[in-house]
Nanobody, 117 residues
Framework: VQLQASGGGLVQAGGSLRLSCAAS????????MGWFRQAPGKERDLVTT???????YYADSVKGRFTISRDNAKNTVYLQMNSLKPKDTAVYYC????????????WGQGTQVTVSS
């Protein structure tokens, strides 16, 4: 599975961005997809996931502001980010794993999101 993340950029606090993660290669809809982020000097953190069934998980820090979705026909996962805050500034990575695996096996290259105050 190859993952290509896009959609990052510079936005003012309170603004919105939509990230996309296009998958190619082995793209079964059963894959669990996730978005992670890594701020400078910090560890990479899980932001949100979506299972093949459509079930979702959100970190507390983004609940109510971010929405993950997937279009299996387009092999693409989206992250709609609203009400962005400066603390959301990070490199965002999409990742994929088979549902029975603990670890994410496939990673995209990351896209920078910068939120100015």
């Amino acid at each position: 599975v190859q993952l290509q993340a896009s959609g990052g950029g510079l936005v003012q606090a309170g603004g919105s961005l939509r990230l996309s993660c296009a998958a190619s290669g082995r793209t079964e809809s059963i894959f669990t997809m996730g978005w992670f982020r890594q701020a400078p000097g910090k560890e990479r953190d899980l932001v949100t996931t979506i299972r093949g069934s459509g079930g979702t998980y959100y970190a507390d820090s983004v609940k109510g502001r971010f929405t993950i979705s997937r279009d299996n026909a387009k092999n693409t996962v989206y992250l709609q980010m609203n009400s962005l805050k400066p603390k959301d500034t990070a490199v965002y990575y999409c990742a994929a794993k088979l549902p029975w695996n603990t670890e994410y096996n496939y990673w995209g290259q990351g896209t920078q999101v910068t939120v100015s105050s």
